[in-house]
Every structure is written in C-alpha cells, then in structure tokens.
C-alpha cells in the first residue's frame, strides 16, 4: 500500500528542534526575526536606529529617535511572561506537532511546569492560532456541515436539545482535484438562518459554491453571495453521500482527537479554541516542519492576552 505523503512526512524531530532552539540565545534571535524581519523598528516612532541597553537576558531596545525602550517580549503574548523563552518555544514546538491535539497536562509533564502555567501557554498559544485562521475566509468549492461539541447529560434533554451540546459549523474548502485544502470549525449560537448568515459573511468569500444537506439554515449562506447546493439526503446518511466524504472525514477525525486528548474539557467554556487550534494544524499540515516557524510568528505577532481576559471570552461565548 502507498503511503501517504502528507502523514509520512518528516516534520521537526526532537533533535532538530533542540538543535535550532536548544538555548535561550537561538530562541531569542528566533523571535527578533520573527516581531522585525526586516529589522527592528521602534513600536512608538517606527524609527530602525536603536541600540541595547542592559545585559542577559533583560536587554533593552533602545530606539535613538524618540528614547522609547521595548523588550523582545513587549507587545507579544510572551510579555510580561517570567518563563524562558526556551520552555515558550518547546510548548510552541509540541502543540504544532501534535497531530491528536494536547492538553494541558500532557504540556505540563513535557514542560515540567505547573499545571496553571501549562494551561495558561496552551491557551495563549490556542488565541494565536485562532486569531491567525480568523483572517482567512473560504473560497471555490466547500463542504458544509453542522455538528456538535459534547454529549447528552444525565437527566437532561435528549439530541440536538442537549445543554451539554455547543453548536459548531464544519466547512472545508476543495482544490479543483475534489482534494480538502482548508478547514473552518466555528461555534455559532444555534442552527438558524441569522447565525449561519452572520458565519457566513465573517467566514466565506463571495461567490463561494457551498454543498450541504438540506438544513434549512444553510441557506442563509446566499447572504453572503454565496451559491448554496443543497442535497436533500433523505433516508440516507451523510456520511454515504460522496458529496459529503471530506466533512465527515474531518469532523471524524475531529472525533478522534478530542476523545483522545481532552477527558475532561468544558466544551461550552472553551471548545472554540480547541477548535481552531485544530483547524489551524490541518490548514498547515502539508508542511509540519515549517509549521513551527509560522506559529513562532504568529505567536510573536498576536497582541498580548491576559489570563482573566481568556477566561471572559470562554464565559462570553
């Protein structure tokens, strides 16, 4: 049997990783060119000329236009942080390789850091990645589907009315070979005509071809100047229709993932990001050993964020 190109590929190993990263100095200039590729610029007056000022690992970009003094960390997710940039970069490292997700116990014991410290990185680094996957909207050909995070509870309502269940929408786009290319797994407030219209206009380009079964919601998606194909399915099972195969195949995958990783994650609470962390891995995994670099940058790049400020978006949404 011929193997797959995309899953056999190398990615990054251990010691590749600890041979561009091993140190806090490699990581440093890791995360320079990543916040200034093209050179330091002052975040205040823009101005390239600077200097540094202080001594290990307190250095200090001084800019010589207007005085103004940044840290490598300021302005980023890991401002404010006290860990290494070492033990930031092998949480980047481990969350981007891991094809089956991780949780932040897992990311504890790999780190050797509190559980709090390990679930606040995970977090942060799940906001980068859902913050970066957010900017891009869906085109050409798509496969759309609803679906659900969680299970019923005891005692409580049964199917779509469960109070366990949070509603998400499943799209992925298709290359001209009917091969998947990218993913969007969204929460949305309920499968109505409003929400799917609103997911639409934030999540899909114009003109898009949407193929999906005949939820009535969908349709909304014309909103968006979207062209919507609907397949009544009938008697018959999405998951037998190959119209449907590559949304099934994903939301299964999906399946896979959370039941193996997370044991206990309050869906309703933080699901979303779960979500895009996932979302964003599949959109990259045609290159594992780049995708490190990517998320560096992402990471540097993305505005900073508070723990209380991460758990009032989980209460809000």
Known sequence: MAQNRVQFQRGMSIPDFQRRFGTDPQCAEALKLARWPEGFRCPRCNHADHYLVGH????????????????????????????????????????????????????????????????????????????QD?????????????????????GGKA??????????????????????????????????????????KAHLAPQTVVSSDGLNCFAAVADAGCIHQPRVVGALKPRDLPEFKWINTVLGNLK?????????????????????????????????????AELVVDVATCSPITRKRIQGFAEAG
Not at 95 to 104: N, P, R, V, W
Not at 138 to 147: E, H, R
Not at 176 to 189: A, C, D, E, F, T
Request: proline residues 2%.
């Open 256 to 292: 896979t993932t959370l039941a193996g990783a997370f044991h206990s994650l309050n869906y309703r609470k933080y699901g979303a990001e779960y979500l895009a962390a996932f979302s964003y891995r599949f959109n990259r995994r045609f290159d594992l050993r780049g995708l490190i």
């Open 134 to 154: 957010d900017m891009h909207r869906l085109c050409g050909a798509i496969q759309l589907d609803d679906a659900y995070l969680g299970g019923e509870r005891a």
């Open 56 to 131: 290990g690992a307190r250095k200090l970009f001084q800019c010589n236009g207007c005085r103004h003094q940044t840290s490598l960390t300021a302005g980023s997710l890991m401002e404010h942080s006290k860990l290494p940039l070492t033990t930031w970069f092998l949480a980047i490292h481990l969350i981007s390789q891991a094809k089956t997700g991780l949780s932040a116990l897992a990311l504890k014991r790999a780190l050797g850091v509190s559980y709090p410290t390990a679930w606040l990185l995970l977090h942060k680094i799940n906001h980068a990645m859902a913050d």
């Open 159 to 200: 199917g779509r009315g469960s109070e366990n269940k949070v509603p998400f929408v499943a799209a992925v786009s298709l290359d001209q070979r009917g091969h998947p290319l990218h993913l969007k797994l969204n929460r949305v407030s309920g499968f109505t005509l409003e929400a799917i219209g609103q997911w639409a």
